[in-house]
């Protein structure tokens, strides 16, 4: 017996489901490891090169963290559809290698900015790629679980930079390049490990499908994403989103930077304080999101997620930025991120759209989020140089703007398999 694209199934290997998953996961570790990496080189940057806040802007706008990842996702996403999450998700880590190895033999603002945009190509291309794979390889039952996992990479690259950037901090700028030669080199191992990997039994079959259609059968292509099936849940996505990330964005690649011009913090007690929070909202997507999200009321999970972090990122508006009052923000945020907008959007980007156009859907949307990003990046700089209380409350209200989005309009796809979810869609 074979499937229509004539591959002999076998038997669930729950190990291997597991590799799978963490391999194509792997893209937020290298994803939030380029941009925090940034953040905790940035102030380097600024002695070293004597940056204005001018050029912290665009660094910030057009790096992994916002527009040219935006670019990538936009492209990586519609080619991800055609061509196959497998043929995306492994080549573009010899990019963002060779995007890297500007960083680290960076001599210069110039080569800074080049480096940085792109890298942020070939993360934006690697997202849609690796999260349509996750979800359509994911066993039944345990597709937030799957997910998540990915969600722990991406906290897991930040404290893993953050920490080398603690041991190596004696050697300045030298420490900077050494932290994004790691990552250089993880990409390069990390584009044979995948060459090992199987193409998504599902997007197979769908390219099948559409292959033996009628000739006047319609291709699935980019407009079908802008008729009204679809353009609500595209639109609900990326509002929700787009809110949250303005705020995740920024406190990313602003944060060590915002402590020690604001808050007069050392870098070693500023990295350390973001390290820490990175380690908190991996324990937390362990503990709840991977455990409940595929078996209780999804819309729940995320309205109490977005209360905690709205509270969270209140006090930093209303007290001065303390030592106690950023280590109560700290742990507030990030116990709340861990089962909020970031892992949502994974999952529910990859339920809410059909196999062929599941990529190219996430794409849009990352796009669209990341440049909004890239846009209000320009602005942090000389928010912050004009006093972080003004800055503070803009954030809160975007984290409060992307909790009424998700509580209103939050899907409840906990138990329903991606057949079920193509069905009603359809229907």
Not at 93 to 112: E, H, K, Q, S
């Amino acid at each position: 017996m074979t499937t229509t694209s004539g591959v002999v199934p076998t038997g669930r290997d729950e190990a291997s489901d597991w590799k799978n998953t963490i391999l194509a996961g792997l893209a937020n570790y290298i994803d939030a490891g380029s941009i925090v990496a940034g953040s905790a080189a940035l102030s380097l940057w600024v002695a070293e090169y004597g940056l204005s806040n001018d050029l912290v802007g665009i660094i910030g706008a057009f790096g992994p963290n916002a527009i040219s990842a935006g670019i990538g996702a936009f492209v990586g996403g519609r080619l991800c559809d055609r061509l196959g999450r497998k043929k995306i998700y492994q080549y573009d880590m010899l990019f963002y290698a060779f995007g890297m190895l500007w960083l680290v033999f960076a001599m210069n603002a110039w080569m800074i900015v080049v480096g940085f945009f792109l890298v942020g190509l070939a993360v934006g291309a690697d997202i849609p790629a690796s999260w349509s794979l996750i979800a359509e390889t994911a066993p039944q039952g345990k597709r937030g679980a799957h997910s998540g996992v990915a969600q722990v990479l991406w906290y897991l690259g930040p404290v893993v930079v953050l920490l080398m950037f603690l041991v190596l901090s004696p050697l300045g700028l030298l420490g900077a390049r050494i932290v994004f030669a790691h990552l250089a080199i993880l990409a390069v191992a990390l584009t044979f490990l995948r060459s090992r990997m199987n193409e998504s039994q599902r997007w197979l079959e769908a390219q099948e499908e559409e292959a033996s259609a009628t000739v006047a059968a319609p291709k699935a292509g980019l407009k079908d994403l802008f008729t009204p099936r679809y353009l609500g849940a595209m639109s609900f996505l990326a509002g929700m989103y787009v809110f949250w990330n303005l705020w995740a964005g920024t406190n990313g690649f602003f944060f060590p930077y915002i402590l020690r011009t604001v808050g007069n913090q050392s870098q070693a007690m500023a990295v350390g304080i973001q390290a820490l929070s990175f380690l908190i909202g991996m324990l937390t997507i362990w503990q709840v999101f991977m455990r409940l999200s595929d078996r209780v009321n999804q819309r729940l999970l995320f309205i109490a997620s977005a209360v905690i972090q709205v509270i969270g990122m209140a006090l930093l508006a209303i007290f001065p930025l303390t030592l106690p009052i950023a280590l109560i923000h700290v742990f507030l945020m990030a116990f709340g991120q861990g089962f909020g907008a970031q892992c949502f959007f994974q999952l529910w980007s990859a339920e809410m759209f059909p196999t062929l156009l599941r990529s190219t859907a996430q794409g849009v949307m990352f796009a669209v989020v990341r440049i909004a990003l890239g846009i209000f990046s320009f602005f942090v700089p000389a928010l912050t140089s004009t006093g972080f209380t003004t800055l503070a409350w803009i954030l809160t209200g975007f984290l409060a703007i992307s909790g009424l989005i998700g509580g209103i309009w939050a899907p409840r796809n906990e138990g329903k398999s991606l057949d079920e979810l193509e069905a009603r869609m359809e229907a």
